[in-house]
């Protein structure tokens, strides 16, 4: 019982940043704009959110205020998500440049800055930055006493401000671009920007609109994937970026399905991370380093999936094409 406790609040963690930058990618593209970017911006997000709680924990602002510390953090992380994404925006949008190499060259620049920032601020070669244990919220957040309940260890083993924050998000995205005027807007410049034009939609903005939200989304991302792989950042994501895409790619471009997509790839990352204490599970030990190959499983499921829906994905039709205010 403790073991699929476990197994089910490890998927609800791996899942939230999969679900944000999957969410932020759909808005770009769903905008026009191919976002490549997405694991240099989880990458930015998370270094400076992370830099910003090490900063709380020092001043001992964090362990009075943990979740105002932690609130402020993914504000931070979303932030610079955004500022950093605007560098892809300019070079797709004002350019016209290629948004697939924009967008490799910003997850190459990423993971490069990070290590040099963190080498500047905490010595050469230090690069893990710590995270305080009050990110996580416990029993004692809400004077619950403590148990080894089935339902306190689902939801209290795991327990992050980023796993509410995400559901919050995922309820405004879809009624966003769904049941607003911007959201309609959004959608017809990432479909048919000429005929958006026509009635007097700036496509421009409405993608520069499409970007800036990817990279707020991107950012809170990082900052969930990193507090749910471990105890430090270390300038990466762990392909994470590349993974939300396929998420993204395998949820048709809609919010609810993004959601579904994004329980099923954490399943199956959960399962290989956890695979030694599911007693189940083969364990291959006849094997040379057989511990790595529930490890590849999420990445096959990956690459199994998208072939197997490949065919009935529907990309929005004008993603990754330079919009030219004279061509028609």
Not at 32 to 54: D, H, P, Q, T
Not at 103 to 117: D, E, H, R, S
Not at 118 to 131: A, E, K, P, V
Request: aromatic fraction near 12%; glycine fraction near 10%.
């Amino acid at each position: 019982m403790n073991v699929l406790a476990t197994v089910i609040s490890a998927t609800v963690i791996f899942a939230v940043p999969l679900l944000l930058v999957a969410l932020g990618g759909m808005f770009s593209e769903r905008s026009g704009v191919i976002n490549i970017a997405l694991e240099g911006i989880m990458v930015i997000g998370a270094l400076f959110s992370c830099l910003a709680l090490k900063g709380f924990h020092n001043s001992g602002f964090g362990a009075e205020h943990p979740i105002f510390a932690m609130f402020l953090a993914i504000l931070i992380a979303a932030f610079s998500g955004a500022v950093y994404s605007l560098l892809l925006a300019f070079a797709a949008i004002n350019l016209k440049a290629d948004q697939t190499i924009g967008g490799t060259a910003l997850n190459l620049i990423a993971p490069a800055f990070a290590i040099v920032l963190s080498w500047r601020l905490q010595g050469q070669g230090n690069t893990t930055i710590m995270i305080p244990n009050w990110v996580r919220i416990t029993q004692d957040n809400f004077g619950i006493v403590k148990n080894d309940g089935f339902l306190q260890n689902v939801i209290f083993k795991n327990f992050y401000l980023t796993t509410p924050v995400a559901i919050v998000l995922l309820l405004i995205s879809i009624i966003v671009l769904y049941k607003t005027r911007f959201g309609l807007r959004l959608m017809a410049c990432g479909e048919h920007p000429q005929a958006a034009d026509s009635v007097g939609i700036n496509v421009y903005r409405m993608r520069y609109a499409g970007v800036f939200i990817s990279g707020c989304l991107g950012g809170i991302g990082g900052l969930a994937f990193t507090i749910a792989a471990g105890s430090g950042f270390e300038s990466s994501v762990g392909g994470y970026g590349f993974l939300a895409l396929a998420v993204m790619i395998f949820g048709n471009w809609k919010p609810v399905s993004i959601m579904g997509a994004s329980l099923l790839f954490a399943f199956f990352k959960v399962i290989g991370s956890y695979s030694a204490s599911i007693p189940f599970l083969p364990s291959f030990s006849g094997i040379k380093s057989g511990e790595y190959i529930y490890l590849m499983v999420p990445y096959i499921v990956t690459m199994l999936v998208l072939i197997a829906t490949s065919k009935k994905s529907r990309a929005p039709k004008a993603e990754g094409i330079p919009y030219d205010k004279g061509a028609r």
